[in-house]
């Protein structure tokens, strides 16, 4: 009998009890603006702030409207300026290149290795193009970190971390997002923690972490923050600091902060289903299952193939296959962009050179989301699907 997978890949799991209790009292007193507090009150987006700067270990953070605003008012804080070049990723989703354009920035584009990362190589050769690195932890996968702020440090560049699929993961024991200058944050649907939109950013550095909450829009009332530098330092950069308002709200601030006490756990469960996806990948002939460095602690929220060399008309079989069994699986080898499946050549507001060596590797990605709704039963039932489909086309190649 042929299997078939039923479940939904984009169905998420439900807002704790807790979260929705928080929302529901915000709703109930009806001061949902960040800076509309009663008396003595600390509003609940001031408490997330101040929270995540504890979990992560971050002397400042600032929750905003979304993740790409996030990374927008992390350029504009380093002193990024229209017309400057910023380096990033050529293997990421539209947001993080749309971010350098918001700010009249031009991104240059890095190449992508086969492990999923940024070509270190390709960005020594291209580190004296920018002042700036925009480093995208495309779908979780961290660099050798040591190895990147060695080569970024010696050249001047600052690096600022997206971190949209690395909220939870580490590198050598550092929180993905403490390694840069500024690490930025995603809370959208899709991500590790949930409030339909939302962003955080945090840093060390307070001239950076003053000028995000003034371009985040706090009309002047920085001193209602818990988790920004004291008033000295906004003295210094409140008039040259445009308000491009993008806060967050106590409605989303609240449903947020019992999910951020539950991350580890949530991780953990992510893991234990992605590991059992690729066990049941590992050996299946023509594919590639991309292994993990030890110093990485990763965040399995989606998890990612290689069919390597394999002619377009192939993996299209082998998407086409497994989606009639049930299986949603995407592909970053297309030429046209679909859904949220891009390539560094589909934005054509920032030019780009031919890239070779990582239209091989995006040629060969097959990517998957493992939303937690899915059991331990449901992932192996994935692989099996997956195993079989593609060893049904390799077979016939
Ligand atoms: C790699 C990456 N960076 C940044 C973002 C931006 O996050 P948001 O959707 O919250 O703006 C996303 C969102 O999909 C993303 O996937």
Same mark, same amino acid.
């Given at each position: ?16 009890? #807790?979260?929705? #209790? ?30 995540? *700067? ?7 953070? %600032? ?171 906004? #003295? ?32 953990? &469960? ?5 590991? *059992? ?43 086409? &296959? ?6 949603? %699986? ?68």
């Amino acid at each position: 009998m042929t299997e078939t997978f039923t479940g939904n890949f984009t169905q998420q799991e439900p807002i704790p009890e #807790e979260a929705i #209790e928080a929302a529901l009292a915000v709703l109930r007193h009806g001061r949902l603006h960040r800076y509309n507090t009663a008396p003595g009150e600390l509003g609940e987006t001031a408490l997330l702030e101040q929270e995540f *700067a504890a979990q992560m270990g971050a002397k400042y953070s %600032l929750a905003v409207a979304s993740g790409g605003y996030a990374l927008a008012t992390a350029l504009r804080a380093v002193g990024v300026r229209p017309g400057d070049t910023v380096l990033t990723n050529a293997f990421t989703l539209a947001p993080v290149p749309g971010s350098i354009a918001s700010v009249g920035a031009v991104p240059i584009y890095v190449g992508v290795t086969e492990q999923l990362v940024i070509d270190l190589d390709d960005l020594a050769a291209k580190l004296d193009q920018a002042k700036v690195l925009m480093l995208s932890h495309m779908r979780g996968h961290l660099c050798d970190m040591d190895r990147l702020m060695a080569m970024c440090d010696a050249a001047g560049v600052t690096v600022i971390e997206d971190c949209a699929h690395t909220m939870g993961a580490s590198w050598n024991g550092v929180p993905s997002g403490r390694t840069g200058a500024v690490g930025c944050y995603s809370c959208q649907t899709y991500k590790h923690v949930n409030s339909g939109e939302g962003g955080l950013l945090i840093t060390d550095d307070e001239e950076i972490a003053a000028r995000a909450v003034m371009l985040s829009g706090s009309y002047m009332l920085f001193e209602r923050h818990l988790a920004a530098p004291g008033v000295e330092v906004f #003295e210094r950069i409140k008039y040259e600091t445009p308000n491009i308002s993008g806060r967050m709200d106590n409605l989303r601030a609240a449903i947020l902060r019992p999910q951020l006490r539950i991350l580890d756990q949530q991780v953990a &469960r992510w893991n234990e289903r992605y590991q *059992a996806i690729e066990a049941g990948l590992r050996g299946t002939p023509g594919l590639t299952v991309i292994e993990r460095p030890e110093q990485e602690v990763y965040v399995g929220s989606s998890i990612q193939f290689l069919l390597l060399d394999w002619s377009a008309e192939k993996v299209g079989e082998v998407l086409k &296959r497994c989606a009639a069994r049930g299986v949603e %699986l995407k592909w970053f080898g297309a030429a046209e962009p679909h859904g949220f499946t891009s390539r560094y050549d589909s934005w054509r507001y920032a030019p780009s050179e031919p890239m070779p060596q990582s239209d091989r590797v995006l040629a060969g990605i097959v990517d998957m989301r493992v939303p937690l709704t899915f059991s331990l039963e449901d992932c192996a039932l994935i692989a099996r699907i997956i195993r079989s489909e593609v060893g049904a086309v390799w077979q016939g190649a």
